[in-house]
T-cell receptor
């Protein structure tokens, strides 16, 4: 079945710096991609959802890149601020068949004081 | 706003006891899911359901049962709780297929002593 490797497991940057989280998946049939943000003591909130057909998606303060050739999905945080401190998860789902999401193991992101 | 409500939010159980975690969604979604979250493992799928009366095994179903008596409710049952089942459990709901979002509850922290 699908396997998703997410790295790094921990990431600390200074306020205003940028950061990158990368997920590598194995199933070439994966078609839908998601980034979730989990703040302490809370559930997962959707940050962005990405179709396989779109390689670059921009949100507020971040960009999601999809490299289908290398089966990689990345979350690029630009100009980190305190509100970005959280655990980030990527998740993938195939285009047909099972509706199940496969998650990466998460990246704990924090700002260096 | 999609809503997934879990109860209880915190639970302490004794080894060998029965535990029932409840989940209610008001999104009218067909699919519901139970995950557990552990450090170093991310989110792992325990059971899921395609609709009332249906339950399916996820990736780590051993030691757990699930029940979907209605569209809105999905329960996770630990018949004989063990300390290894100490974890944070998340319920989620989502519609079928496509880039539709999966919505998460706030989680239940279960400690088995």
């Amino acid at each position: 079945g699908e396997q998703v490797e997410q790295r790094p497991p921990h990431l600390s940057v200074r306020e205003g710096d940028s950061a990158v989280i990368i997920c590598t998946y194995t199933d070439p049939n994966s078609y839908y991609f998601f980034w979730y943000k989990q703040e302490p003591g809370a559930g997962l909130q959707l940050l962005m959802k990405v179709f396989s057909s779109t390689e670059i998606n921009e949100g507020q303060g971040f960009t999601v890149l999809l490299n289908k050739k290398d089966k990689q999905l990345s979350l690029n945080l630009t100009a980190a601020h305190p509100g970005d401190s959280a655990v980030y998860f990527c998740a993938v789902r195939p285009g047909t068949g099972s509706n199940r999401l496969t998650f990466g193991k998460g990246t704990k992101f924090s700002l260096i004081p | 706003e999609a809503a997934v409500t879990q109860s209880p939010r915190n639970k302490v159980a004794v080894t060998g006891g029965k535990v029932t975690l409840s989940c209610n969604q008001t999104n009218n979604h067909n699919n519901m899911y139970w995950y557990r979250q552990d450090t170093g493992h991310g989110l792992r799928l325990i059971h899921y359901s395609y609709g009332a009366g249906s339950t399916e095994k996820g990736d780590i179903p051993d030691g757990y049962k699930a029940s979907r008596p209605s569209q809105e409710n999905f329960s996770l049952i630990l018949e004989l709780a063990t300390p290894s089942q100490t974890s944070v459990y998340f319920c989620a709901s989502g519609d079928v297929g496509g880039v539709t979002e999966v919505f998460f509850g706030k989680g239940t922290r279960l400690t088995v002593v």
